[in-house]
């Protein structure tokens, strides 16, 4: 089957209504969707950018709030603004890494249900472990799998790839030919050139 | 009839498309479209931001030109990049506030197909004269009124009024309650939030 790359935040307000529809659109078109969890901070910094855009411009924060509102009213997503916002990411994108494959996606969508969902702190442990609990599974060993160097290294890794593929945002589809589709608003269009390349 | 407000700057990519779309949308929903030249460089440089976002980001400038090429190539409307990019759109913006509202919409779609589907420099006086002149409008008259101290400052009193509404990029609808929608991609949901304030 044919697959096409969401390249994802936690901490991306975006990414929510995203993650949430990316997988049964991709399944309509006969699309497996690879999960690739990454962090958008060091390639902001990089850029000398050391907050997020929303905090730095806020006609721009309030703007994308009231979207994001107006987004999850169409989609019937309950929405409720995390505080801080951005949240810190790094535990939740190591903890999607250390989850086997097959449970990627289900975790990656109970983590954006609790932070823009229920308003949750996902960078504190606790909500990390309520999370892999709810799902069945032993949190201590895989919080303890996600602080090895081993799943430290591989997200390190999968953030350059990001960057090297030409992403500076969240989220993002990406194609086989290399395309990139940024943005929920990109979710239709990327899945559609998915499905045109994989004929 | 209803209204709805398209704010648009001369210099801005995707106001491209949606200067070429707005028009017919909002008729097909019995709108009436308010065309509000402004200068986006202003807003900008009041957050401290002194070159187009897609120059300072280069990722996310090649990305903004690759998803445009896809957007154009979608409706068939040629593009072709203007250099320097972004344009100073200062003289085109003026010269749209000294056409008569009638003629603006014309106008306005005219300066973006030489800028974009052209690649002309919409800066030089004889781009706008030569815009003009194939509207059958009288240039010399017309580039005067641009210049006098009456437009210069309805177009700072446009651009203070965008800013007060909280605008900081383009194009935007802007609904009679004040809600704003951002971006060519935007144009769908903002006239028919429009339309259904009217009903």
Redesign the interface.
């Known amino acids: 089957m044919a697959t096409v790359d969401f390249w994802y935040e936690f901490a991306s307000t975006y990414s929510y209504p995203a993650a949430m529809r990316v997988e049964a659109l991709a399944a309509e078109l006969g699309l497996v969707v690879h999960w690739r969890p990454f962090l958008l901070g060091p390639i902001l910094a990089a ?1 000398g950018v050391t907050d997020s855009p929303f905090n ?2 806020p ?2 924060g ?2 994308m709030w ?2 994001l509102q ?1 987004i999850c009213a169409r989609l019937d997503l309950p929405l409720r603004r995390p505080e801080p916002f951005p949240q810190n990411s790094l535990l939740a994108a190591r903890a999607a890494l250390a989850v086997d494959d097959a449970r990627r996606p289900e975790f990656s969508r109970a983590v954006y249900a609790a932070e823009f969902g229920a308003g949750e702190p996902i960078a504190e442990r606790s909500t990390i472990a309520g999370v892999l609990e709810a799902m069945g599974l032993n949190a201590g060993d895989i919080l303890e799998r996600a602080a090895s160097a081993e799943i430290k290294d591989r997200l390190k890794s999968e953030t350059a790839c990001a ?1 090297s593929l ?4 969240a989220p993002n589809l990406v194609t086989a030919d290399g ?2 589709f ?1 943005g929920n ?2 979710l239709e ?1 990327g899945l559609d050139w998915a499905a045109r390349l994989a004929r």
């Open positions: 850029q730095l411009n006609a721009k309030r703007y009231r979207d107006r960057q030409g992403i500076f945002g395309e990139i940024w608003d990109r269009e």
